[in-house]
């Protein structure tokens, strides 16, 4: 079955530190792979999206993404975060496919910032 | 381009009753796929819609249904609500031959 974990339930860090969460998947095959952000009451919004080539990714607000199929992993990394960066933040998985538009979720990551 | 709108934004219905949920997408996309936002169950997909016809099904029961219209905005109605049927319920568009999808503010429906 078609899965997405993302390990961290709640992470905690620093105005200015660096930023690193994690997603594994488990799919048939290599799956487009996304990451997405939601601020409270919000929707979704596409911060950066993995289909093939370079594996390492650059998204929007200073975010990047590293796909390592070795370990089916697609983490999300920022250097240095700010205080807005707080949300949660969901990768998403789905196949190569032509029309078959299905996203597969994880079950997301909140991250606060400390002052 | 204006975003995926939805309405309402908010909606609180009894046990039993029905609901429909409305979604605009993206001026030119023609893909629309709803999700059900849950605490307890997370992100998961019910249905998408291309060109008028449901071309992708989640595993959710047959009182979920929906509809697309020639102009690529879709409806998704409930019926004989649930408890259990309490979400944010969330439409993202997408464009032909593009996976991205784009995602609305959502419709959080409560059901007493």
């Known amino acids: 079955a078609q899965s997405v974990t993302q390990p961290d339930i709640h992470i905690t860090v620093s105005e200015g530190a660096s930023l690193e969460l994690r997603c594994n998947y488990s799919y048939g095959a290599t799956p487009y792979l996304f990451w997405y952000v939601q601020s409270p009451g919000q929707g979704l919004q596409l911060l950066l999206k993995?289909?093939?080539?370079?594996?390492l990714v650059q998204g929007i607000k200073g975010f990047e993404a590293e796909f390592k199929r070795s370990q089916s992993s697609f983490n999300l990394r920022k250097p240095s975060v700010h205080w807005s960066d707080a949300a949660e933040y969901f990768c998403a998985v789905g196949p190569k496919i032509q029309g078959a538009q299905k996203l597969v979720f994880g079950q997301g990551t909140r991250l606060t910032i400390n002052p | 381009k204006a975003g995926v709108t939805q309405t309402p934004r908010y909606l609180i219905k009894t046990r039993g009753q029905q609901v429909t949920l409305s979604c605009s997408p993206i001026?030119?996309?023609?893909?629309v796929s709803w999700y059900q936002q849950t605490p307890g169950q997370g992100l998961q997909f019910l249905f998408e819609?291309?060109?008028?016809?449901?071309?992708n099904k989640g595993n959710f029961p047959g009182r979920f249904s929906g509809r697309q219209f020639s102009n690529s905005r879709s409806e998704m109605n409930v019926s004989t609500l649930e408890l259990g049927d309490s979400a944010l319920y969330l439409c993202a568009s997408a464009s032909d031959g593009y996976y991205e999808q784009y995602f609305g503010p959502g419709t959080r429906l409560t059901v007493t």
């Open positions: 819609y291309f060109s008028e016809t449901q071309r």
């Open positions: 001026s030119g996309h023609r893909s």
């Open positions: 993995y289909f093939s080539g370079d594996t």
